[in-house]
């Protein structure tokens, strides 16, 4: 598995990768207004953030240079040892065979080696099962319950903040 920075070109095939309104809330709450969203909103989104704080979009590759992955790590606003990860997806036809689990690790050698990152946090809603095994797996832990944390169609999903140190 290889990372490299997101390129424009790859905000089509991330976002082509989510099948459902309620996937695309799982993947990104409600840092977007509405669904689904086209590549440019994904861009500019990318592009602000990158300008106003510690922001690195990470696409994830397989030996043959074909797009696995992609996600987001950032810095909290005061706290420059804690990276926090974000916006996690897998490929959905190459989902359930571990790349997500191999994406994060990698994603954390990198922020390690290369942001001096000492901690790391993220956030996952409750209802995400797979996602939820898969930090637990790779020693994250709920630091803290969100009962009310996101509203979807009149419904509520709790989110946990998890962490790694």
Known sequence: MHIRKFEERDAKY???WITSEKEF?????????SYPIKPSKLIANYEERSHSEKFYSL??????GRMIGHL??????????TIRIGFVIVDSTLRGHGYGKQM????????KENLGA????LGVFSNNRVA??????LGFKIAEVFKNGYEY?????????MVLN
């Open 25 to 33: 809330r799982m993947w990104s709450a409600s840092q977007y207004e």
């Open 14 to 16: 991330i976002l082509n």
């Open 72 to 81: 987001i790590l950032r810095y909290p606003p005061k706290d420059k040892k």
């Open 104 to 111: 994060i690790k990698e994603a954390m050698k990198y922020a």
């Open 132 to 137: 939820l095994n898969c930090y637990k797996s």
């Open 118 to 121: 000492q901690h790391f946090s």
């Open 59 to 64: 696409v994830f590759e397989d030996d043959f």
């Open 153 to 161: 169609y009149g419904k509520n999903w709790p989110w946990y903040e």
